[in-house]
């Protein structure tokens, strides 16, 4: 899907190509692209088809060069996508961008809030008459969704972490799983984009005035921040999954040792049983009350063993303990503010 923006009076509007300003900047806003998208940008703006696989593959990261055969800037911009429908909620993408005369052309492959921002007029202070800076606000709103999603990441964490306080089930150890990989993916594309904001600080290949340095010291601040942040919540995911596979291992001890007292309490029944099917005489065989006296001492025997078993654990503390009404309130409360919020992002897309 192709779209093409021009600002008139501080606001994007979005305009057919046969509407278009020559003479002005343009926005080409290429997202969620299909073959013949990129077929018609390539032939229509002259792209290079390496840097147009390049800016489609997710797995290509941050940079910026200058391609001398085709004249224009070539830029790749690491940004979080939001999808709730996907088993990974939270990942990344790239964001290809081409400077080419008063051309400024965006290409991705799938779409993202970053990008809907920029469309629905939600920059502040947004002049497309300067495309270095437009280049380093998107990285600037790519931080903000990033230190965003972060906050939302740890918030479910939490949430699943009360749950597993109840019980420990495969779901939840799958979206602790999911979590982490939203981590890695944020940590790589973080660390991609810092590399990126300091070539733009040294290189020749655009040109920055003293106010896109300042914008540049600021995105980098906020993009270190989010660098942290991810290596906090990285180190706190990591310490639960230790806590909880340490919870698993002392809860199947326990189950382990309770089935082998019971074991015990009922192999004696079997035991005694077995010597009087063997073929050899035993002492009071023959009496006819004897029986009712095994039985009844077998019986009494299994019970002494199941009341000493059951005392025991009676006199020791507690493993788990039954979680609070509070913090059940509490669970169920975060539980239908992360659904609101899933609700409202897919509405949005």
């Known amino acids: 899907m192709i779209k093409y923006w021009q600002q008139e009076d501080g606001k994007l509007v979005e305009k057919e190509e046969d509407e278009l300003n020559r003479h002005s900047k343009i926005w080409v806003d290429a997202r969620s692209v299909t073959r013949d998208d990129i077929a018609e940008l390539e032939e229509k703006y002259k792209i290079d088809p390496e840097n147009m696989l390049d800016a489609l593959d997710p797995d290509e990261l941050s940079r910026i060069d200058y391609n001398e055969e085709f004249e224009y800037t070539f830029a790749i911009v690491r940004l979080p996508v939001f999808s709730p429908g996907d088993d990974i909620s939270y990942f990344c993408t790239p964001l290809g961008i081409i400077i080419k005369g008063n051309l400024f052309i965006t290409i991705c492959w799938t779409d993202c809030e970053v990008l809907r921002d920029f469309s629905a007029n939600r920059i502040k202070d947004l002049s497309f008459n300067d495309f270095p800076a437009v280049t380093i606000r998107f990285m600037a709103r790519a931080d903000i969704m990033f230190l965003r999603y972060l906050k939302e990441l740890n918030r479910r964490a939490t949430t699943i972490q009360n749950e597993m306080l109840q019980s420990v089930q495969n779901h ?168 609101k919020m899933d609700k409202q992002a897919a509405k949005k897309k």
């Not at 106010?211 to 980098?220: A, K, M, P, S, T």
């Not at 009087?276 to 019970?303: R, T, Y």
Request: aromatic letters at 8%; charged letters at 20%; a positive charge.
């Open 172 to 339: 939840e150890l799958i979206q602790l799983l999911n979590i982490q990989k939203s981590l890695v993916y944020f940590a790589t594309s973080l660390k991609s984009n810092q590399m990126l904001l300091e070539k733009l600080r040294k290189t020749k290949i655009i040109k920055l005035d003293e106010e896109d340095q300042d914008w540049l010291d600021d995105v980098e601040i906020d993009n270190r921040q989010a660098m942290e942040m991810v290596d906090t919540y990285t180190n706190i995911m990591a310490g639960m999954n230790d806590a909880f596979s340490t919870v698993l291992g002392n809860n199947l001890n326990i189950v382990m040792k309770t089935m082998t007292g019971w074991n015990l309490v009922l192999v004696l029944p079997t035991l005694i049983t077995s010597y009087f099917g063997i073929n050899v005489p035993l002492p009071w065989q023959k009496s006819p009350w004897m029986g009712a006296v095994i039985v009844l001492s077998m019986c009494l025997f299994a019970g002494v063993l199941a009341y000493l078993f059951f005392m025991k654990r009676r006199l020791t503390p507690e493993v788990k303990k039954r979680v609070p009404l509070a913090q059940r309130r509490k669970i169920r409360i975060q539980k239908r503010t992360i659904a």
